[in-house]
């Protein structure tokens, strides 16, 4: 089983639409987790931290649920410029070394 | 802000070659990171330094060795590169965390071909 789990999509949405991310993960020592967003043939870019009580910047939500060990993230009103694949991540578990674990990714295509 | 730099940003190689990746990081971080991404596979953590003069291996070590002479620098070495080194690379670079809470910055990656 991966460490961190998410749908590839891909998942082709309409401008305006609402779109939602979901993710698991396996190892429950895991203290931290983000969303971040890779652009085609670009790095990784961090978006937004998940707190325990969730969390909102702007048209994007996170939350988590530690009991299921799933983190999820919304995104309202699509943007052609929301067309990305979003990783979700995790701290290794208890571990100070600052390591983390990349889920391999779910692609987004916002459509005209 | 040069933030995380890698160089070279492409690179093709024959079998066998050896070759350096640099990572420089402008940002007073104390931990650094080697991954390398292909497709399907995700970020996957090659090594990795907590601090000037340490490193660690990650998931994939095998065929690649790392320096960390200075703290602003984190060397990949491939010593006999192989086709299925062939992948894109990516430099991070982090504040020292205890509870893993630090996000990484990201360099914007190094696409090495072995022919």
């Known amino acids: 089983r991966k460490e961190v789990e998410q749908d590839p999509g891909p998942f082709n949405v309409p401008e305006g639409a609402t779109v939602a991310f979901n993710c698991t993960y396996s190892?429950?020592?895991?203290?931290?987790f983000f969303w971040y967003r890779q652009d085609c043939r670009k790095e990784p870019k961090l978006l937004m931290s998940v707190y325990s009580s969730g969390n909102e910047d702007g048209r994007f939500t996170a939350q988590l649920n530690r009991a299921s060990q799933y983190i999820s993230l919304l995104i309202r009103d699509s943007k052609l410029s929301d067309s990305a694949t979003y990783l979700c991540?995790?701290?290794?578990?208890?571990?100070?070394?600052?390591?983390?674990?990349f889920g391999q990714g779910t692609t987004l295509q916002v459509k005209p | 802000n040069a933030g995380v730099t890698q160089t070279p940003k492409f690179r093709v190689l024959k079998t066998g070659q050896s070759m350096t990746l640099l990572c420089a990081q402008d940002?007073?971080?104390?931990?650094m990171y080697w991954y390398r991404q292909d497709p399907g596979m995700g970020l996957r953590l090659i090594h990795y330094s907590v601090g000037e003069g340490t490193t660690a291996k990650g998931e994939v070590p095998d065929g690649y060795n790392v320096s960390r002479l200075k703290k602003q620098n984190f060397l990949l070495g491939l010593e006999s590169a192989a086709p299925s080194q062939t992948s894109v690379y990516f430099c991070a670079s982090s504040y020292p965390t205890r509870a893993g809470d630090q996000p990484q910055h990201f360099g914007d990656g190094t696409r090495l071909s072995i022919l």
């Open positions: 991540v995790v701290n290794h578990g208890s571990s100070n070394t600052g390591k983390l674990i």
């Open positions: 190892n429950s020592a895991s203290q931290s």
């Open positions: 940002m007073n971080h104390e931990y």
